[in-house]
């Protein structure tokens, strides 16, 4: 069983930057993707940014150019750089893993998931 523990949501004004992380229990580094996901209560959970074991990435349109996902395999620790934030940004943000090769950012595919970390910004 995958443990994931994020940590670093906060509140920003519109324009201001936030760094997300993600601690996992075991080592994920060889085997396992990772992803970001956030979520809005009432909504379905949408898929922010993901990554390979081997370093490939993926992004939602709507954060490609303001994020940046990347991951410290030492440390087990995946990361979601959040620049010039946006109101619309507004979500639970939760980290997500699974076995294997994987990109695809949608929520039925991943296996493992955190508590979520809040994310606001106000305009």
């Known amino acids: 069983q995958e443990r994931l523990v994020e940590s670093g949501g906060d509140s920003r004004q519109a324009g201001g930057s936030l760094r997300l992380s993600c601690v996992a229990s075991a080592d994920t580094a060889t085997a396992y993707s990772m992803a970001w996901f956030r979520q809005v209560p009432g909504n379905e959970r949408e898929g922010v940014a993901a990554i390979d074991p081997s370093g490939r990435k993926e992004y939602s349109d709507s954060v490609k150019g303001r994020f940046t996902i990347s991951r410290d395999h030492a440390r087990d620790t995946l990361y979601l750089w959040l620049n010039n934030l946006k109101p619309d940004d507004t979500a639970i943000y939760y980290c997500?893993?699974?076995?294997?090769?994987?990109?695809?950012?949608?929520?039925?595919?991943?296996?493992?998931w955190g508590q979520g970390t809040q994310v606001t910004v106000s305009s």
């Open positions: 997500a893993t699974r076995f294997g090769w994987w990109l695809r950012l949608s929520a039925a595919d991943w296996t493992y």
